[in-house]
């Protein structure tokens, strides 16, 4: 009898054993290429006398209707999608990305934020902190 139980107790950590292994090695998940964002006008570190504009360069990989631009800069808060974006695709495939804010700001820090994405559910946010004298 005791044999009996060692038996299927060795046959349930077996198939125990079996089934982490298989759910361990699937390579059934897919990779995700986030969408990078370079070239930031203005440059972060710089002291500016006004900002009124910005541009960036977004990486060919980039859904170019999927782009989003948060301004915020003290009282001042802006939101861009893509349809209110200058978005012009260079021949390397990258996407220069232009926008004018409604009002220039004059003194403090701004933040700059852009979100995209390459895919669905591949998304990624980038931005920089700017100084106005």
């Known amino acids: 009898m005791k044999n ?15 089934a982490v292994y298989a759910y361990g090695s699937s390579s059934s998940s897919s990779s995700c290429d986030k969408p990078s964002f370079s070239e930031f006008q203005p440059a972060a570190n710089k002291y500016l006398q006004s900002f009124s504009e910005f541009s960036f360069v977004a990486s060919s990989n980039t859904t170019p209707s999927s782009i989003t631009v948060n301004i915020s800069a003290g009282p001042l ?3 861009f999608d ?5 978005i012009t695709p260079q021949n390397s495939g990258r996407l220069v990305v232009k926008g004018k804010l409604s009002r220039p700001f004059q003194h403090g820090f701004a933040r700059i934020s ?13 931005g920089q902190l700017i100084r106005v004298q």
Do not use: R
């Open 114 to 126: 852009v979100t995209a994405h390459s895919k669905p559910g591949c998304e990624k946010t980038d």
């Open 4 to 18: 009996h139980y060692l038996t299927i107790i060795g046959a349930v950590l077996s198939l125990q054993v079996d």
């Open 82 to 86: 893509a349809k209110q974006l200058n």
């Open 77 to 79: 808060k802006e939101h």
